[in-house]
Structures are given as structure tokens and as C-alpha cells.
């Protein structure tokens, strides 16, 4: 098998890397010193044409260390006496206990990234928990927009859909105009852009404090990025929820005809290879743009015990995302149920810390977000749009319905 094979090509292709050690570590299983360099694997010089990749925001520096000062490193973070991970293609990854909140280990935690299509699981943790997946929503001309070559399900302008269908087809097909669809509905009154604050409100809320959201599917936009740790955060929010893990795991599902306009009904796939091939998968979502390249988190329980893995910025040879994702989370369920290197923050944390701390001295300049531009009035708190696994609260959204026509289908290599 594929993934049983990654260890061994790699250990032929790694860079030199320091073995970490105790001496390097404080007391008590925590990191290794900064700077170590990541176990990679070699992969093919990028081709001309691909664009270069987006300059990140400032770095803050509290923001490098949430989860514990060990992450707070470009390089990698291992509990001492580890074994050393699988070489991987990845520019950042981070393996966590999704119930523990434990982090076993990471590559560049906190560095910035571009999200690809794993930013749907940001729409699907702040929106998910407040939509009636038995209601029917009609699809707009306006839903459709979406960059033409990316990855879409199959909806038609006018037709009209369950929103169980409108999240089955994000989640397994990876649809960016169910997207849309979704953050229209989530944004009430405001529509997508409601949607999409909704998103960077429950980010900030969670601690996900270098994630901005541009776009609701992940296609690329200006000032968007995330990271491993952050993603993790959000990753353990949608599989608290039941209804996402139902999802995750779908194998297929029957897109229904519509009447009008005339379309067959047809059936989609889940694009997940984990849920198939690897013993206890719980889920997760493939991405890619040219941009971010590929991205995946996925999940898996073993012997009770349930892991989550994200990665950012991968090739997909000499092994694909989810393969290099199979092979990390092999690695942690290697580790003692005691092995960290830091933790998962609670939702509200942060912001509970920073209301207790002495106020910012009049006239101090805004903090920049991933987005690399001040929080604007009105997102510089807890967000109120919390997730029901986090926060038991569902907001009722005002739902707006138009119709148009239908465009054709769409698919290419540039997706999200």
C-alpha cells in the first residue's frame, strides 16, 4: 500500500536534520529548541508558470506562541525521545489529540499558509450548527460565481436543493458554489459577506489568530491565509459536532433532477481516499489551489484514542496529501498518551485572557490580523457567532431566495 510505502522512500530522500534531545527541552516532555530543521522529502522544481506564493502578514509574536512557547518555531517541534517523524513534502503540519487538545508534534505550527479548500471546514464549524438540513433552498445565478476550472458539485441556478444535499456536496465533492450557497444562507441579512464574517468571528473566538478568511470555499483571495495550528483548532470543532462526522464519512450521495431547469440527477463521491483506506478514519477534506498547493486535514480513531492531522503547502509526489496526512497520524498514535509539545487552546480563551489584562494605552495602533489590515469595529471581541459544539447556540438567519439561469458544470486543475 501506498502509505505503508511513504516512510521508506522518504528515509532515502530526507534532509540532514538534528535529532532532538532532552538536553534541548525544558523539564517534563515539552519541545525541542527552535530552529530544528523538519524531516522533508525532495520534491520536483516548480514549474514557471506557477505563481509565487503570497507574502504573509507581519508576525505577531503572542500569536507564535498560543498553544505553548515550543510551537513558537518555523522549524520542528517533537517531545524529546521521540521518534523522528515521517519525512514529508508539506511546509507546516501539526498532529493533535482531538480530544486532550494534546499537540504530539509539528512542523512551523504557527507560519502563515494559504488554506486551499480545508477553509470549508471554517464554513462548516461556524455555519453548520445553524441551518435546517431538512429545509429547501433555492440556488442563485449569484451562487455560481465561482472562478471557472474550480471544483464544483453540479448545482443549478433555480434549482432547488435540501441543505443536507448543499453540505454533503461541500463536503464530499468539495463544491465552491455550495459554498456560497451555504455562506448566503449563514450571513442572513448580509448574505455571503455575512457568511464569511461569521467565519473570521469564530476563528478569532476559537484562538485561530493567524486564519482570515477571504473567500467561503478557500478559493484564493487577497489577505487570506491560515495555519496548522489553526486549522486543528477548527478541525476540533467539526468533529464535535455529530452531524459533521456523518458527513465526513458519507461515501456517495444522489444528487436529485430538477425540474426546472430540466436536469438529471446524478450521483457524487466523497474525494477523501482516507475513509477508505485507512483503519478508523474519522474524516477530513482535501484542498488545493496553485497557490496553496495541497492541503488536506484528516482524522482517525485507534483504541479510543482520536488524532487529528493538518498539513499545508504539500506536492503531491512522491506521495499525495492524504498519504503524507496517513503516515503522520501513524507516527502519532506511535507516541505515549502523555507526549506533548504544547496543547489546543479552549474556545474563548484568548479572549478571556486578554480582558483580564491591563487595557491598551489610548492611542496604540490596531493589531494586525492574517489579513495583514486591523480588526474592523465590531471584531475585535469574542465573536458571537459560536458554533453549537463550542458555545450550545444556534442564531436564527433570515433566508434569501432568488432564481436565474443555469450555467454548465465546471471542473480543472485550479480548484480549492
Known sequence: MRVRLLAAAASTLLLPVAVPTAATAAPGRTAVAPDVPCPRVAVPAPAPTRPPRPTPPPAVAEDREVGGPALATAGLAVPPGAPRPPGVTATSWLVADLDTGQVLGACGAHEYATPASVQKLLLAAAVLPRLDPEQVVTVTREDLD???????????AGGRYRVETVWLGLLLQSGNEAANVLARLGGGAEGRAGGVRAMNELARHLGARQTHAVTPSGLDGRGQFTSAYDLALIARVCFADPTFQRYALTGTHQIPAQSRPRTKG????????????????????????????????GAAERNGRRLVVTLLGAESRPARGWEQGAALLDWGFAQPRDAAVGRLVEPGELDAAASNASPAPEGAAARPVAGGEPLPEGLTGPG????????GVAGLLTLVVRSARSPRRRRGRRRA
Do not use: C, M, W
Not at 465561482?146 to 443549478?156: D, T
Not at 458571537?384 to 458555545?391: C, D, G, Q, S, Y
Open 146 to 156: 465561482i472562478e471557472p476550472g474550480s471544483s464544483a458539485v453540479g448545482l443549478v
Open 266 to 297: 446524478f450521483q457524487i463521491q466523497n474525494e477523501n481516499p482516507l475513509i477508505r483506506r485507512y483503519p478508523g478514519a474519522l474524516g477530513g477534506k482535501t484542498g488545493f489551489t496553485d497557490l496553496a498547493r495541497h492541503t488536506y486535514v
Open 384 to 391: 458571537p457567532l459560536i458554533v453549537a459544539a463550542v458555545a
